[in-house]
T-cell receptor, first 112, second 115 residues
């Protein structure tokens, strides 16, 4: 499985856009990029998943350049409730079961 | 609808004791996973069930750890002769199938403290 690298922590203020970049230099052809969010005292929650270019949902956008060696999770106009740990994962698709491999994630702190 | 539930939410035990942690997955989900999360770390895979069978138990740290899912729904993680190093949050997740493209739905976890 491709290893991912992301910043340990980030700070932001309410209303700002936050971009968290993840590196995955050894990503394979059938790998997707998946992001999970974890609030304190809760299990992780799926946010978004993509293969290339751009994916957007009601929570976030995911930007993936053509070489796919990195990806950026974009959270528009964050609020205090976006304070959480964000995990970037690389998940092989269409291969049956694959265990999720979490790194240490990026701890985002949103202040007033 | 109801999500994944785990009981108890907290468990304090003494070194050497036996503990059982329970997971109720989302109804109809055939795939069930157990993870362990230590403070400041991401979740670490323990075991995966497809239906009643353990399809991958490669993450279980040693033979003190065992999990069952006898009827293909509720699962129990069992830890014998607990050690202080077993202290962690034990997370359960489920997904509709075991296919890698399915998102996994996590429960709130059981915080195990071994004194």
């Amino acid at each position: 499985l491709a290893k991912t690298t992301q910043p340990i922590s980030m700070d932001s203020y309410e209303g700002q856009e936050v971009n968290i970049t993840c590196s995955h230099n050894n990503i394979a052809t059938n790998d997707y990029i998946t992001w999970y969010q974890q609030f304190p005292s809760q299990g992780p929650r799926f946010i978004i998943q993509g293969y290339k270019t751009k994916v957007t949902n009601e929570v976030a956008s995911l930007f993936i350049p053509a070489d796919r060696k990195s990806s950026t999770l974009s959270l528009p106009r964050v609020s205090l409730s976006d304070t959480a740990v964000y995990y970037c994962l690389v998940v092989p698709m269409n291969t049956g079961f694959q265990k999720l491999v979490f790194g240490t994630g990026t701890r985002l702190l949103v202040s007033p | 609808g109801a999500g994944v539930s785990q009981t108890p939410s907290n468990k304090v035990t003494e070194k050497g004791k036996y503990v059982e942690l329970r997971c109720d997955p989302i109804s109809g989900h055939t795939a069930l996973y157990w993870y362990r999360q230590s403070l400041g770390q991401g979740p670490e895979f323990l075991i995966y069930f497809q239906g009643t069978g353990a399809a991958d138990d490669s993450g279980l740290p040693n033979d003190r750890f065992f999990a069952v899912r006898p009827e293909g729904s509720v699962s129990t993680l069992k830890i014998q002769r607990t050690e202080r190093g077993d202290s962690a949050v034990y997370l359960c997740a489920s997904s509709p199938t075991g296919a890698s493209e399915n998102e996994q739905f996590f429960g709130p976890g059981t915080r195990l403290t071994v004194l």
